[in-house]
C-alpha cells in the first residue's frame, strides 16, 4: 500500500505530524512517529532534488511551528523582516548617502 503513495504525500505528513508534535496541548505520542515520514520519503528517493524538497518540508514544518506559538505580531514582524532582507538593495542607502 505504501509503495502506491506519491513521495509528496510522505513531506505533507511530516509537516502535519511535526506540526502537532508541538501543540499546546503536548501531543507527547507524535513525537516518537514525527520524522518518521521523512525517513520514509529519503528512503524512497535519492539524488539532489528530494533532499532539496526535504529541506523545504523542513523548513515549512519548523515555520508553522515557530508561526504558532508565537504571537500573531511577531510572525509578521518576521515576515517583514525577511521581505526587507531579499527584496531591498543595501547598496541603496549607501550610494544615495554620498
Not at 521523512?38 to 518540508?57: M, N
Request: net charge positive; hydrophobic share 55%.
Amino acid at each position: 500500500m505504501l509503495k502506491k503513495l506519491n513521495n509528496k504525500y510522505f513531506l505533507l505528513a511530516g509537516i502535519v505530524l511535526l506540526t502537532l508534535t508541538h501543540m499546546t496541548i503536548n501531543i507527547g505520542y507524535f513525537a516518537w512517529i514525527a520524522y518518521t515520514p521523512f525517513l520514509v520519503y529519503l528512503k524512497r528517493t535519492d539524488g539532489f532534488r528530494a533532499q532539496v524538497w526535504l529541506l523545504l518540508a523542513l523548513i515549512i514544518g519548523w515555520s508553522l511551528v515557530v508561526a504558532k506559538n508565537h504571537y500573531t505580531a511577531d510572525a509578521l514582524c518576521l515576515c517583514f523582516h525577511v521581505f526587507c532582507a531579499y527584496c531591498v538593495d543595501p547598496f541603496t542607502r549607501i550610494s544615495s548617502v554620498e
